[in-house]
């Protein structure tokens, strides 16, 4: 195996730290009297998981609850576990990984929820992995075109066909089986992105870019607009459909649940308010 974890590491884990740093400037220059409530964690020498992170929240007037966190973590997965992450038996379990994990949840039904990640992983194998989706509960067709165009600059200095496909990717994984329904108007989504380390890298931070470019105009658009009671309602409702995916399908909950990881910040996408009819 070679060095664990790999001389790109720490390179992605500092990046990462500062990706964090700026989302949160953005966002709160866009929600201009509020500021993210910042806590550090650090696992201890006993837990499963060593390493930390940071969880920030912001409980504001555009966002109603929005958490960004970042975290550097290594460990060594539940044999059960192993079977279901590349390299890990390999590894015989050991793994590090880094990212930056985002949910926004807006006040005004106007405005859509977003998510977005990017990670590292690394067992015997190292990977990028990330994306973002956008879930509007009343949809513009004018912003989720917005929304994809900016995402289809980024993917184009990284491979002819990167968003296309990405894109595939990411209507297949936002879908919820048991409604039949897609989560949202979707983004790109990408795992696994082993070849070409450096240049992969380079695409990630370009998402990063990206995702705010794609993202904040649009929370500026439509952050005064006026709503009804019954565009609310909609809006608890989608996000009742939201919570679903998180729990029952995403795999960044179930990997960070079996890893051993923190579970405020595991949970910090589930929305402030929902509702099921």
Same mark, same amino acid.
């Given at each position: 195996?070679?060095?664990?974890?790999?001389?790109?590491?720490?390179?992605?884990?500092?990046?990462?730290?500062?990706? /964090?740093?700026?989302?949160?400037?953005?966002?709160?220059?866009?929600? @201009?009297?509020?500021?993210?409530? &910042?806590?550090?964690?650090?696992?201890?020498?006993?837990?499963?998981? /060593?390493?930390?992170?940071?969880?920030?929240?912001?409980?504001?007037?555009?966002?109603? &609850?929005?958490?960004?966190?970042?975290?550097?973590?290594?460990?060594?997965?539940?044999?059960?576990?192993?079977?279901?992450?590349?390299?890990?038996? =390999?590894?015989?379990?050991?793994?590090?990984?880094?990212?930056?994990?985002?949910?926004?949840?807006?006040?005004?039904?106007?405005?859509?929820? !977003?998510?977005?990640?990017?990670?590292?992983?690394?067992?015997?194998?190292?990977?990028?992995?990330?994306?973002?989706?956008?879930?509007?509960?009343?949809? !513009?067709?004018?912003?989720?075109?917005?929304?994809? /165009?900016?995402?289809?600059?980024?993917?184009?200095?990284?491979?002819?066909?990167?968003?296309?496909?990405?894109?595939?990717?990411?209507?297949?994984?936002?879908?919820?089986?048991?409604?039949?329904?897609?989560?949202?108007?979707?983004?790109?989504?990408?795992?696994?992105?082993?070849?070409?380390?450096?240049?992969?890298?380079?695409? !990630?931070?370009?998402?990063? /870019?990206?995702?705010? =470019?794609?993202?904040?105009?649009?929370?500026? @658009?439509?952050?005064?607009?006026?709503?009804?009671?019954?565009?609310?309602?909609?809006?608890?409702?989608?996000?009742?459909?939201?919570?679903?995916?998180?729990?029952?399908?995403?795999?960044?909950?179930?990997?960070?649940?079996?890893?051993?990881?923190?579970?405020? =910040?595991?949970?910090?996408?589930?929305?402030?308010? =929902?509702?099921?009819?």
């Amino acid at each position: 195996m070679d060095p664990f974890p790999s001389p790109l590491a720490a390179a992605s884990a500092g990046y990462f730290r500062q990706l /964090q740093d700026n989302i949160i400037k953005a966002f709160e220059d866009t929600d @201009k009297n509020h500021k993210f409530i &910042k806590t550090p964690w650090q696992k201890g020498s006993q837990d499963l998981l /060593q390493g930390g992170g940071t969880i920030a929240l912001l409980h504001g007037e555009v966002f109603e &609850k929005m958490g960004v966190n970042f975290s550097e973590v290594s460990g060594t997965f539940p044999e059960a576990f192993r079977k279901e992450i590349p390299g890990a038996e =390999a590894s015989g379990g050991r793994f590090w990984a880094s990212g930056v994990s985002l949910v926004c949840h807006p006040r005004n039904p106007h405005v859509p929820a !977003v998510h977005f990640n990017v990670r590292r992983i690394e067992t015997s194998r190292t990977w990028f992995g990330g994306g973002t989706d956008l879930t509007p509960c009343l949809p !513009v067709e004018e912003d989720t075109a917005h929304f994809h /165009q900016t995402l289809e600059d980024a993917c184009k200095s990284y491979q002819p066909d990167a968003y296309p496909r990405f894109k595939k990717w990411c209507d297949e994984y936002f879908f919820l089986p048991h409604r039949n329904e897609a989560r949202g108007v979707g983004g790109i989504f990408f795992d696994y992105l082993e070849d070409r380390p450096e240049e992969t890298f380079a695409f !990630v931070q370009a998402v990063g /870019q990206a995702f705010l =470019a794609a993202y904040l105009p649009l929370a500026e @658009k439509h952050k005064d607009q006026p709503f009804t009671p019954g565009e609310k309602h909609t809006q608890l409702v989608k996000r009742g459909r939201y919570a679903e995916f998180n729990l029952l399908y995403d795999r960044g909950t179930r990997f960070g649940l079996q890893s051993g990881g923190n579970v405020d =910040a595991i949970l910090m996408s589930l929305p402030p308010e =929902a509702r099921w009819p």
